[in-house]
């Protein structure tokens, strides 16, 4: 069995908890990290294209406008990512694989999945409220198009006064 467990930032104590509950002890469990490609880019962009125009690169004050500060961004994502995954690592407490991906947030979770028996991850929306609004933009179209069983945990404890819902009537 292959468990693919979706690290993010915020839920993911929650999702390697749920992980290390549910995965049989012989499952080969892979935590994923996603970084959007989106940040970095819009930094390179907003470099390139506004900061430090008509000024030669000797009048740019040192380490200013010569510096993208895209690439920085990007390095900094890749430390975040490999330091989540750890801590996850650690925290799961058995053999795992750890993967870094980079782009569309949705679209890679779901790539990953394919491979997939089942993919862990955290509700990621309003936490005040069970139902959709529980459920981030992402979160909810990897769910709506998974190719895997899908284990959707709470982050934190439910709300309270929110009881489950009775199931539908017994005929």
């Known amino acids: 069995m292959r468990v693919v467990v979706w690290i993010v930032e915020g839920t993911w104590p929650a999702c390697v ?9 012989d499952a080969a469990i892979v935590l994923l990290h996603v970084t959007p490609a989106g940040v970095p880019g819009a930094a390179h ?3 390139a294209g506004l900061l430090g125009r008509g000024h030669p690169p000797e009048d740019r004050p040192a380490g200013g406008w010569g510096s993208d500060p895209g690439t920085r ?3 900094l994502a890749t430390a975040s990512a490999e330091r989540l995954l750890r801590d996850a690592a650690d925290r799961l407490g058995r053999p795992c694989t750890r993967r870094e991906r980079t782009g569309r947030v949705e679209r890679e979770v779901l790539a990953e999945a394919g491979a997939a028996d089942l993919l862990v991850l955290a509700r990621d929306g309003d936490r005040a409220h069970p139902g ?3 459920i981030g933009p992402a979160a ?5 198009h998974a190719p895997c069983p899908v284990l959707l945990v ?3 404890p439910v709300p309270p006064g929110h009881a489950p819902r009775p199931g539908p009537p017994e005929t």
């Open 17 to 25: 908890d749920a992980a290390r509950a549910h995965a049989p002890a």
């Open 45 to 47: 962009g907003a470099f």
């Open 73 to 75: 961004m990007e390095h």
């Open 132 to 134: 959709p609004h529980g």
């Open 140 to 144: 909810r179209h990897v769910v709506d």
């Open 154 to 156: 709470w982050p934190d």
